[in-house]
């Protein structure tokens, strides 16, 4: 699953679930662990296709592995006010 986000400031996300689960499968294109790949990956060939679409987007936007807490340093937070408006 991916979640695109673009926010009020032209800042855009990709939020990206078990493609990579860490920012090293986008920048320095590295697969998951043999392990990991064999319990959650049901076709590698279609795994590795859409990893090399997102490996094109990043610089585009910003790429976020969901596993990964690290990539999550300078999102902006979602104000107290908008978040009221949101429930």
Excluded: C, K, N
């Amino acid at each position: 699953m991916i979640v695109f986000v673009t926010l009020p400031s032209g800042l855009r996300y990709a939020f990206i679930g078990d493609l990579t689960w860490q920012i090293d499968g986008i920048r320095r294109r590295v697969e998951q662990p043999w392990l990991l790949s064999r319990l959650a990956d049901s076709d590698r060939g279609r795994l590795r296709q859409d990893l090399l679409r997102m490996i094109a987007l990043d610089g585009l936007m910003r790429i976020v592995p969901t596993h990964d807490l690290g990539s999550y340093d300078d999102i902006p937070l979602l104000a107290p006010e908008a978040a009221a408006l949101s429930h």
